[in-house]
């Protein structure tokens, strides 16, 4: 049994290494409704403080398949064009987990009456954790990087970005990871190193506000993902606004998933957000799809 088990997960990994080397990084199919984990420079653009909060199960059916939580908080000074933020987040994929803690200082300047430029420096670290003890191999089978207990390794981690924003669009690049650390493999009195590496994240996003009436709101917007070595991903979404009180969307992941998402915001405060991704890969086989969980709440704005 013992030797099945170890079959059908070397199988499942095989699947995921192709995704996991194009994103190590976790993704949101909302992002454009959280976008300072997106972009360090957001915090600040806004004239009032927010958190938002996710909450993602990556491929439902598949056993011990990513699971995603994070939270984040970010908004102006009050007499000062500048922002700071904070976020948290917990990455779990089976035996492995990523937990990273970071905080954000940005500065946003106008350009004319209508545009104004914002660049954002996060500083934090990761804690990256393989558990042993979850993970039986027959005795005979011995790898000396799979660790018998639970092994920890924390590294710094900072991130970069700008953007360019006005009332009706936006345009952002940011560059995550920057410090490429390695992760070390400990065994005895001897280190393995580079047993694995942080690669760098580059985001660019943009998107247009369209005023159809006084009723009815269109933002198309992108995010193009790219990581090294030359491995690229887009999602496209588009999302019609209902009086700035609903909203009901659809996104495009290449390579990856179809997304139908909607949500709603009370009084300008509470917004709640859901979607669910329609799997499209090989993993469509094993995998019931993904969904998505976002809440936030808006404090009073900074006059």
Do not use: C
Not at 53 to 82: D, F, V
Not at 190 to 204: A, F, K, M
Not at 283 to 288: A, F, I, Q, T
Request: aromatic share 14%; hydrophobic share 40%.
């Amino acid at each position: 049994m013992k030797k099945i088990k170890i079959v059908i997960l070397l199988a499942l990994l095989l699947v995921f290494i192709k995704i996991i080397n194009a994103q190590q990084a976790p993704f949101y199919t909302q992002y454009m409704f959280n976008d300072y984990l997106v972009n360090p420079a957001v915090a600040g653009t806004y004239n009032y403080f927010q958190i938002r909060a996710n909450s993602r199960i990556q491929w439902i059916g598949i056993n011990e398949s990513p699971r995603t939580m994070s939270i984040a908080g970010y908004g102006p000074l009050k007499n000062k064009p500048m922002g700071y933020g904070g976020y948290i987040y917990n990455d779990v994929t089976g035996p492995e987990s990523r937990l990273s803690l970071g905080g954000s200082y940005a500065y946003n300047i106008a350009i004319n009456d209508a545009m104004r430029i914002s660049g954002g420096l996060t500083f934090g670290f990761i804690q990256h954790k393989l558990d042993g003890t979850s993970m039986n191999f027959d005795e005979d089978i011995y790898d000396p990087v799979m660790p018998e207990g639970v092994e920890s390794n924390f590294v710094p981690d900072a991130s970069l970005g700008f953007y360019l924003y006005s009332t009706f669009y936006y345009v952002g690049i940011s560059a995550h990871q920057l410090i490429g650390n390695k992760y070390n493999k400990k065994t005895g009195n001897d280190t393995i190193q580079g047993i694995s590496r942080l690669t760098q994240h580059v985001y660019l996003s943009g998107g247009h506000n369209f005023i159809l009436n006084k009723d009815f709101a269109l933002l198309p917007s992108a995010l193009i993902k790219y990581t090294r070595p030359g491995l690229i991903q887009a999602e496209l979404n588009v999302k019609t606004t209902y009086k700035r009180m609903a909203w009901f969307g659809l996104s495009y992941r290449t390579g990856d998933a179809i997304a139908i998402l909607g949500g709603y915001n009370y009084e300008n405060k509470i917004y709640i957000g859901v979607s669910y991704d329609i799997t499209v890969s090989d993993l469509r086989k094993y995998s019931k799809g993904s969904i998505e969980v976002m809440i936030g709440y808006r404090f009073n704005s900074i006059k």
